[in-house]
């Protein structure tokens, strides 16, 4: 990939994207027998394709278990809220990115980005920052990026401070993604196209095949290009492929192989600015676009190797080790739509910050002001347990002992933008210091493109930043009824910085934490458990960010002991119709003690506060009656500060986190070959501000999908996905400042999917 050119031109790629879907949907058709055996309508089949969810339960795909192998009991006996999303659920509510999944999860909302911390999939679980806070397949996943899921079997989302499972900073729980693995015993290929509205087009292969008796491959390919509902100019583009493979070489001993390369060009969207007399997005029209067309992009991808090793020298002992190497980069030029309603000063074309001369609001103006990245991060990481079965005196345990390593750098340029660029006719033309749109009229086209780079004279910002763990996990069952769940972990982290200018920061934190849970099963089918957990947060931890405010490391806040949280929850699981339908609820309740403080513009932080996030969650995931599938949940989230070096912040709501949002996601087998559903999510009003809400807030929304899947015969399936189907006008996420503005979500979409399996 070349650093020197960014841009994807709006017409570029309409002929690879004619050949690779053609291509896509040619092998969907030709995979097809000529004459299929049909399944009489009496029968129940199941409607989907041959590569199975191993992790599924076969009659209950909605229905899932953990893939992470420290947690060694099922989520029925886990106490933890686990919220496992299975390749099936993703395909009905029609999400084709983490952020589209995440989107539709009670209790994890989304955040914005910018220069400060990245823009990408910034999240929050349980009220706190969790964008650094996703692993794949067991080791953390590094850099902000966005992330596709073409490869990924299922996503599990773990509530609750998890340090013994995960290190340093997961305080309100972590995101793990499992890869697609390679299978023995099941050979297939499944092909499939998509095309809708909004140019929409999709095509995926996954293929596995067992090459002989000890060892198996998998390829899955992407390409993606779509432009995003009712918004102008917004789209991108992407393409993937992985690599993976496996080889037994004995009946204990087997070593896992994968290699995963993905890439995104597209054009960036901050979308609507903020009314200041309503404190919410300013009612424009839903497709104002207040970026620069010709100079706003991004651009990030990823090449990660993996190499995996599971051993089991003796019936209770089994290791697994795993390492990685990896690069990924985010590169972006973003426009933030900062609104003027005064009279912009005649020389400079500037608005004044107070004071200036008030205009009528027909004549408000938008400066497209430019936040930009040009991050490169490289990395390895290794995580190496065992677990081990044991019995002392009829007490059984099964232990989880390991340990972690990953060491990361970051390279941060300034960008490099021309005040120059030669148009067709090869005539100079001289690029704007600052641009300024209507409003209600944006004009975002330049009619040129401004070729923008890193700035390689200055030279990057390096951070380095290297951790250690090791712990210890053991489930004690004292019999079928009662069992203990102790462990603990020892973390170090130490991160050093050094700017393109020379200046350099250092920080080193050693993180001691632990867990205690106890469960109670009266029957086979039904858990009770309470649970206590640590995480810690040392200063500097969020490596994508620059300065304090962002939880970057900063000389504001390198001499602060790391952040404390502690988390209680009590909770109750049940499985219902034979196994295949899974409820779960949970109470919690987190605090987070010296949590670090702004004391306002220009004013020190403090390491004195306390953060609390309380609340319930309600889940349920399965079939019922063999027909009707169930996926979804609730929360409700109380998170305020309750100590504070400013006693008129105590009680104040955090930023970024509403109190209730929930989903349904619901299909029903109407016949044996037509399947039927939707989905409903619920989120409530929310709150901007770095911290602490302040007044801007997006409104509460509740947005209605469809989806529908017809099985043709036994290779060929169509599906229908409708997004957003009232065309509802929402908000997902606002930005953080006094001034801020608000990501407008997608409008309604429809696409039409065509599965081949064989």
């Known amino acids: 990939m070349s650093d020197s050119s960014i841009h994807r031109s709006q017409q570029a790629g309409t002929a690879q994207r004619a050949t690779l879907l053609a291509g896509a949907f040619g092998a969907a058709f030709l995979c097809v027998p000529a004459q299929a055996q049909d399944h009489k309508d009496s029968d129940i089949i199941v409607i989907g394709q041959r590569d199975v969810n191993e992790n599924a339960e076969p009659d209950a795909p909605y229905k899932a278990e953990s893939s992470d192998g420290k947690f060694t009991d099922k989520v029925l006996d886990t106490p933890k809220t686990q919220t496992v999303i299975p390749k099936e659920v993703i395909e009905d509510i029609g999400a084709n990115s983490f952020r589209e999944i995440v989107r539709s999860t009670p209790g994890v909302t989304l955040g914005t980005g910018e220069g400060g911390n990245a823009f990408g999939d910034r999240i929050f679980i349980r009220g706190f920052e969790a964008r650094n806070d996703v692993y794949i397949d067991g080791l953390r996943d590094p850099g902000v990026t966005s992330r596709e899921i073409f490869a990924i079997e299922q996503i599990e989302v773990i509530k609750g401070p998890s340090a013994v499972f995960g290190g340093r900073g997961t ?11 390679a299978q023995f015993g099941n050979d297939f290929v499944v092909a499939e196209g998509g095309i809708g509205t909004e140019n929409y087009y999709r095509g995926t292969i996954d293929a596995n095949y067992q090459l002989a008796d000890g060892a198996a491959i998998r390829v899955n390919g992407l390409y993606h290009d779509a432009d995003t509902p009712g918004r102008d100019y917004v789209e991108n583009e992407r393409y993937g492929g ?33 009314d200041s007399t309503t404190q919410q997005p300013y009612r424009v029209d839903r497709d104002n676009f207040y970026g620069v067309v010709g100079r706003d992009f991004i651009s990030n991808g990823a090449d990660i190797g993996t190499v995996g090793i599971e051993w089991k020298p003796i019936p209770d002992l089994s290791i697994y080790s795993t390492t990685r190497y990896g690069e990924t980069w985010n590169r972006y030029a973003v426009s933030e739509p900062s609104l003027c309603v005064f009279e912009r000063d005649p020389t400079t074309n500037s608005c004044p910050r107070s004071g200036g001369v008030p205009v009528p609001e027909s004549e408000y103006t938008v400066s497209p002001a430019m936040k930009s990245s040009w991050r490169n991060n490289s990395y390895w990481a290794n995580s190496t347990y065992a677990v081990a079965k044991a019995e002392t005196g009829g007490i059984a345990h099964e232990i989880v002992m390991g340990g972690d390593y990953s060491f990361e750098t970051i390279d941060a ?6 005040t120059t660029v030669e148009d067709a006719q090869g005539n100079i033309i001289s690029i704007p210091g600052s641009f300024v749109w209507d409003l209600f009229d944006p004009n975002p086209v330049l009619g040129y493109e401004i070729e923008i780079g890193p700035d390689t004279a200055t030279g990057p910002s390096v951070t380095e930043a290297q951790s250690f763990g090791a712990y210890l996990v053991d489930t004690i069952k004292f019999s079928d009824a009662f069992r203990v769940v102790l462990g603990g972990r020892l973390d170090t982290f130490d991160i050093d910085y050094r700017s393109s200018s020379g200046d350099t920061l250092d920080y080193s934190a050693t993180l001691f934490n632990w867990q205690a849970s106890g469960v109670f099963k009266p029957s086979p089918a ?44 009590a909770g109750a699981k049940a499985e219902l119709f034979g196994g295949n339908l899974l409820l779960s609820a949970a109470a919690f309740r987190i605090e987070k003690d010296n949590a670090r403080e702004s004391g306002g513009r220009g004013q020190p932080y403090t390491n004195v506060g306390t953060l609390r996030s309380q609340g319930v969650e309600l889940g349920f995931a399965g079939t019922v009656a063999d027909r009707i599938k169930l996926f979804g949940g609730y929360t409700y989230t109380d998170a305020t500060i309750t100590k504070s070096a400013n006693p008129a912040n105590v009680g104040r709501r955090f930023a970024n986190i509403p109190e209730h949002t929930a989903q349904l996601l619901a299909t029903v087998l109407v016949t044996s070959r037509f399947e039927i559903g939707g989905q409903v999510y619920y989120q409530d009003e929310m709150y901007g501000g770095t911290q602490l809400a302040g007044t801007a807030m997006v409104p509460g929304y509740a947005r209605f999908d469809a989806v529908a899947r017809y099985r043709v015969n036994d290779h060929l399936t169509a599906r229908v996905n409708v997004l957003n189907v009232t065309d509802k006008r929402y908000y997902d996420a606002i930005y953080r400042s006094g001034s801020p503005f608000s990501y407008i979500a997608p409008g309604r979409s429809a696409f039409f999917t065509l599965t081949a399996d064989f």
């Open 171 to 181: 305080t309100g729980g972590l995101v793990s993604l499992q890869s697609k693995r």
């Open 242 to 274: 992985a690599f993976a493979g496996t080889l037994a070489i004995t009946d204990t001993l087997s070593i896992n192989a994968d290699y995963y390369l993905y890439r995104l060009d597209g054009v960036p969207d901050y979308g609507h600015p903020f």
């Open 413 to 418: 340029y300034r960008l490099d933008v021309p």
């Open 526 to 569: 039904t858990t009770l458990y309470v649970s206590y957990a640590t995480s810690a947060n040392p200063s500097g931890e969020q490596l994508d960010g620059n300065g304090a405010s962002y939880d970057g490391i900063s000389s504001d806040t390198i001499d602060f002991s790391p952040e404390q949280n502690t988390s209680w929850e």
